[in-house]
């Protein structure tokens, strides 16, 4: 067992010995007995019957877990794997090359010289853990995900190869004073769809998957009403959009998607003095950027660092954009985060975008002509309104080309008193017409 030391290792072992009858087993890990508790379990397991082994081993050397599995002694030969080590945790966001292989050393670069170096044996377990990035996705945190992938992936080919294998995503435990997921090494609570589930309820899974012959499987409990939320707001990973009943969709025909947020927001800062907006479009990006990294308070924003420091990367920009998008009604670049690098920042040009009291700006107009084109596209009217419509279309263009010393404007009065012939006419000639 690799990581046998650890949280989840030491958690997995004592299952083994009390549940399954295992006695002897070789647990390895980075740092051997000298690991925190390696000694006090060694002890425990021994007085559940168990001859215990603990040898300091690099699992993602080769040669190292080679020598290592070659030291097996033929009496007791290995029946089984358990590789229980977590990715490396290299920070949130867009880690650099060497950081990405720090991470997936551990886990991959192990799970797959497991794999080389057993398959030749007659095992009847080989299990890996996962955590939820693997399945949904993490924001910011791709490497762990990767990684997970990899190990239900493995689990699934060992098994297309008539080898055992099964890879068991390890939600959040109800244990206290847990710091830190055993499997992905982020903090409890990012998967906020998923609910703590007690340890013995995971191991009783573990069980069933191993009973009914490995593969993938979800040991956690799902937070229905986060599930829900996420499903509102757009925003739930595709893999569990088949978990919530939709609701449906209202018609787009005279309906503004944003209309709801960007109202309540506009209501809000209506009647504030310049400061209290300030702060009050601050406090929204960073409740949005917590909200997309997963935090459970925005005070872990801190407004003047970047964006990129925060965790973010390019999904995750994106997906603050949208919620911003949603909550004020501006139509924003894809690129607000590179353009606007930190909290502060984009408070400030959100606010200036909203034109709060002043002038519309470009952004609003962009926005406003969104909601129009909309609308357009939704209605079917018969020939006299989309005569009259295409009239006003064109009396708008005309003055907003007279205002930049374009063309000349046509009389909107004349098209309110026109007759029908009179509009059709006009409309053949705008269009040159036979």
């Not at 997970?148 to 939600?171: E, I, K, M, T, Y």
């Not at 609570?189 to 009783?204: N, T």
């Not at 924003?332 to 400030?348: C, K």
Request: hydrophobic content about 45%; glycine content about 10%; overall charge negative.
């Amino acid at each position: 067992m690799t990581g046998g030391t650890g949280t989840l290792g030491a958690l997995v072992a004592r299952h083994l010995v009390n549940e399954h009858g295992v006695r002897h087993l070789l647990l390895a890990g980075r740092n051997g007995a000298d690991a925190t508790g390696a000694k006090e379990l060694a002890v425990e397991l021994t007085g559940l019957g168990a001859e215990v082994s603990i040898q300091a081993c690099d699992a993602a050397d080769r040669a190292a877990l080679a020598a290592l599995l070659a030291s097996v002694p033929e009496e007791h030969p290995l029946t089984g794997v358990v590789h229980a080590v977590g990715a490396q945790d290299e920070g949130r966001g867009s880690p650099a090359p060497e950081q990405v292989d720090r991470a997936l050393r551990p886990k991959v670069d192990a799970a797959w010289h497991l794999h080389e170096l057993t398959r030749h044996l007659d095992l009847s377990v080989f299990v890996t853990f996962s955590s939820s990035a693997g399945l949904a996705g993490d924001a910011g945190n791709g490497v762990h995900a990767a990684a997970d992938a990899f190990v239900d992936a493995l689990a699934d080919h060992r098994r297309s190869h008539g080898l055992p294998g099964a890879s068991l995503v390890w939600g959040p435990r109800s244990e206290a004073g847990a710091a830190a997921d055993p499997v992905s090494g982020a903090e409890p609570g990012r998967a906020v769809w998923l609910a703590p589930m007690p340890p013995a309820e995971g191991l009783a899974l573990l069980d069933t998957v191993l009973r009914t012959g490995g593969g993938v499987a979800v040991s956690a409990r799902l937070n229905a009403p986060a599930l829900r939320t996420l499903a509102d707001a757009g925003i739930l990973p595709a893999v569990l959009r088949g978990l919530v009943p939709d609701r449906g969709r209202p018609s787009a025909q005279g309906v503004d998607p944003t209309a709801g947020s960007e109202g309540a927001l506009l209501r809000r800062l209506a009647d504030r003095s310049e400061r209290e907006r300030e702060r009050a479009v601050l406090e929204l990006v960073c409740a949005e950027a917590a909200s997309v990294l997963g935090h459970g308070t925005a005070e872990t924003v801190t407004v003047e660092r970047a964006f990129t420091e925060l965790g973010f990367d390019s999904l995750t920009a994106l997906e603050l954009r949208n919620r911003l998008s949603t909550a004020t009604g501006l139509r924003l670049p894809v690129t607000l985060l590179f353009e606007q690098p930190t909290p502060a920042a984009l408070a400030r040009y959100l606010l200036e975008e909203l034109a709060l009291g002043g002038a519309p700006t470009s952004a609003t107009a962009l926005s406003d002509l969104d909601r129009l084109e909309s609308t357009l596209l939704s209605v079917e009217p018969d020939s006299t309104a989309r005569a009259r419509i295409t009239m006003r279309l064109q009396t708008l263009l005309s003055k907003w080309n007279e205002g930049h010393g374009d063309t000349e404007a046509v009389d909107d009065g004349d098209l309110r008193s026109a007759s029908d012939d009179e509009l059709f006419d006009l409309l053949d000639d705008e269009l040159g017409a036979p």
